[in-house]
């Protein structure tokens, strides 16, 4: 297809203020300034709206959690066992939740989803679409990270069920002892590679879906609204050299200059909502702003459902109202959330050879009375 008449965020550069986009294959094939070129296929009139990428809420629950049901259709939290890594997203997801069609009508194409935050070590999240009907095509990127978890969240949830962990200790410590496990363990296989007298060690899947993190291949994502937490994440993760993201950073703006001399990531939000337990004490929709301009790398989520994912652009647009800079608050619900988990290669920016993600707004995509007019997945109109 042909997108014409349209002011264009690539998010790899400056706006251009009338431009075009073609698509081939389900892959963005090129785009420039001025007049469209000739083309025989569909040709889409932007109508002077605003074309970007689309966007991405990178720490969801989406079709883990389901809308309108119960247990029946809750998967997010395995919270029988404190350390469950083993855990996969795609084997939870519903895609026939219809808060999949909510992310759609918003523009929001990409979402990274998986476990909660119960259980220290939860599980690993995938990088997914938001337009299918089966996960197994939806998902292009698995795992992205294993999720890992400090703060309230287990100590409420094992004190409740009068087991470990009912502090912040105890939940760091079986942080710790499982990356130690297999690190051991991973060690032991490469000796066993190497020297046909070592023995490999007996299966362990636990910390066999390990390795790729202590490799580097994919992330850890940390759950950490307090700044002690925070630090402990960091702690944590510099101990086992671990590639690390931090999710919520409640606490973020107070420590700013501090994440900043780690070179910390942080996944900012949810700041739609209320105070609700001890740990959002300090939360401020002027916190993804304090962060960007201590020059932190930073992306706005909703955690959906604590925020529905159609109110991204809404909390986007918050952080804006609250000092964010406008092009910053833009670019942390499109190509910064591609750039911290590193799908970047595929989804993010408009660039000739990236995913034909594409959403087009009637007027200011940050105003709250703008419509989403145009919706593409892969090159394929969905909206």
């Known amino acids: 297809m042909l997108i014409k008449n349209a002011k264009i965020y690539t998010m790899e550069g400056r706006p251009i203020e009338n431009g075009w986009l073609r698509t081939e294959n389900g892959i963005i094939h090129s785009l420039g300034e001025g007049e469209a070129p000739d083309y025989s296929g569909e040709i889409i009139d932007a109508g002077d709206g605003v074309l970007l990428p689309g966007l991405i809420d990178a720490h969801t629950h989406i079709g883990m959690c389901e809308d309108s049901l119960d247990f029946e259709g809750e998967d997010t939290n395995e919270d029988t066992d404190p350390s469950t890594p083993q855990l996969s997203a795609e084997d939870a997801i519903n895609p026939m939740d219809r808060c999949f069609d909510d992310a759609l009508s918003a523009g929001v194409t ?85 020297d046909e007298d070592e023995e490999e060690p007996d299966f362990e899947y636990k910390c066999e879906v390990l390795i790729p993190l202590l490799k580097r291949e994919i992330q850890a994502h940390f759950h950490a609204h307090r700044a002690d937490d925070i630090f402990t994440a960091i702690r944590i993760a510099k101990q086992f050299n671990l590639d690390y993201v931090i999710v919520h950073g409640t606490d973020g703006h107070i420590i700013a200059d501090e994440l900043k001399e780690d070179g910390a990531r942080v996944l900012s939000g949810p700041f739609l909502c209320d105070r609700c337990k001890p740990e959002l004490h300090n939360q401020t929709p002027k916190g993804p702003g304090i962060m960007s301009k201590a020059g932190l790398e930073v992306a706005i989520i909703t955690d959906h459902p604590v925020i529905p994912i159609e109110y991204l652009s809404l909390c986007a647009a918050l952080a804006v109202k609250n000092g964010m800079d406008y092009e910053e608050a833009l670019r942390a619900i499109t190509i910064n959330p591609a750039r911290i988990t590193k799908i970047d290669n595929r989804v993010g920016s408009l660039k000739a050879g990236k995913d034909a993600d594409l959403v087009i707004f009637d007027g200011d995509p940050l105003q709250l009375y703008t419509n989403v007019k145009f919706v593409a997945v892969g090159g394929k109109r969905v909206k």
């Open 110 to 194: 990409t979402v990274i989803t998986g476990p909660g935050s119960a259980n220290p070590i939860g599980g690993r999240l995938i990088a997914m679409k938001t337009y299918g009907k089966r996960v197994d095509k939806m998902v292009f990127k698995n795992p992205v990270a294993v999720k890992f978890a400090l703060g309230e969240n287990p100590k409420t949830c094992y004190h409740a069920n009068h087991e470990t962990p009912v502090t912040r200790m105890a939940t760091a410590s079986i942080i710790r002892e499982q990356l130690y496990k297999a690190q051991k363990y991973m060690d032991k296989l490469e000796k066993a590679s190497q």
